[in-house]
């Protein structure tokens, strides 16, 4: 594909549900990035994935949150037993990773926890 | 650490004004700096960037922004406003991979 694509693009969830996020990247970009935005708000980096070194998970924001990636394809953001301030836009980007190379955003999952 | 101040969350201007969103970051070493735009609904958009050389960056639609090191700034400008301007604009700063994201400024265009 031309760009980023993430599935599904809304998601509305119980809490204490499981949910599971993905997100495909630009073919050949090695580096993939989950942030979350919540309404009103900028960025929060969550976590970097660069081809097979182990992953940045530095802002993740508590152990309920994890992501994988499988070599530089597809990621999967998993968030388990969801909190109502969980519910946010989940964006994920891809980018040649070289310092300063743009990051290309996906559209955003919007995550909503009744 | 690194982090980014954008001042002003609504900026409002009357077409074929000055477009003026002011961005300053705090890093150790220069960064690299973006700004991305967003439209309403749509996922963020790269409008220009700083790496290194030339201070002064165009960018897409008109749009450019300066990198002044003394004053650890790198603000937003545009000559004159177009009502299709009106989005929320994020500045954001790069050391190693990640970026650090400012909390926006929602610019809207009066007719």
């Known amino acids: 594909g031309a760009g980023v694509s993430q599935s599904p693009s809304n998601k509305v969830t119980e809490k204490g549900k499981d949910v599971e996020l993905r997100c495909d990247p630009i073919s050949g970009h090695t580096a993939l990035y989950w942030y979350r935005q919540r309404l009103g708000q900028g960025l929060e980096f969550l976590i970097y994935?660069?081809?097979?070194?182990?992953?940045?998970k530095s802002g993740l924001p508590s152990d309920r949150f994890s992501a994988e990636r499988t070599g530089e394809s597809v990621s999967t953001l998993t968030i388990q037993r969801t909190q109502q301030e969980d519910s946010a836009v989940y964006l994920c980007?891809?980018?040649?990773?070289?310092?300063?190379?743009?990051?290309?955003f996906g559209p955003g999952t919007r995550l909503t926890v009744l | 650490a690194q982090s980014v101040t954008q001042l002003g969350s609504h900026v409002s201007v009357s077409e074929g004004a000055l477009v003026l969103l002011r961005c300053n970051y705090s890093s150790s070493v220069p960064p690299y700096l973006f700004w991305y735009v967003q439209y309403p609904n749509q996922g963020l958009q790269l409008l220009l960037k700083y790496t290194t050389g030339a201070t002064l960056v165009k960018g897409i639609n008109g749009f450019e922004a300066e990198f002044k090191k003394s004053e650890t700034s790198f603000h937003l400008t545009k000559p004159s406003a177009h009502m299709s301007d009106a989005a929320e604009y994020f500045c954001?700063?790069?050391?190693?991979?990640?970026?650090?994201f400012g909390s926006g400024t929602r610019l809207q265009v009066q007719p």
């Open positions: 994935f660069q081809g097979n070194s182990a992953p940045d």
């Open positions: 980007a891809s980018s040649l990773d070289r310092g300063g190379n743009e990051q290309f």
């Open positions: 954001a700063v790069s050391l190693r991979r990640a970026l650090t």
